[in-house]
């Protein structure tokens, strides 16, 4: 499988913005697939995850009740709904596929620029 995500951008603090990974090719049913960001000079940190098949979503602590993570199987695509996005959301955004959430063993899309500024 390989991933695309796309939709990021230049915005202001307290906008929205709706990220996509497109994946092509057979996403099998026990993958995860998830976000992830990392921010000039910081470790690349998780934002959420959804399963392919299945309704559990997992969200990190800064995102909770700001981002919704979501899926279309029937597009092979995992959306990303970031709303009253803040300057320290700014950062690459990478989508990533992977087993039961093993994400050492993940198949990881380019990276999607935001930033959030004034």
């Known amino acids: 499988v390989q991933l695309q995500a796309s939709g990021g951008g230049l915005v202001q603090p307290g906008d929205s913005l709706r990220l996509s990974c497109a994946a092509s090719g057979r996403i099998v049913s026990n993958y995860w697939v998830g976000w992830f960001r990392q921010a000039p000079g910081k470790e690349r940190e998780f934002v959420a995850s959804?399963?392919?098949?299945?309704?559990?979503?997992y969200y990190a602590d800064s995102v909770k009740g700001r981002f919704t993570i979501s899926r279309d199987n029937a597009k092979n695509t995992v959306y990303l709904q970031m709303n009253s996005l803040r300057p320290e959301d700014t950062a690459v955004y990478y989508c990533?596929?992977?087993?039961?959430?093993?994400?050492?063993?993940?198949?990881w899309g380019q990276g999607t620029q935001v930033t959030v500024s004034s």
């Open positions: 959804i399963p392919w098949s299945g309704y559990t979503t």
């Open positions: 990533a596929a992977a087993p039961s959430m093993a994400w050492d063993k993940a198949v």
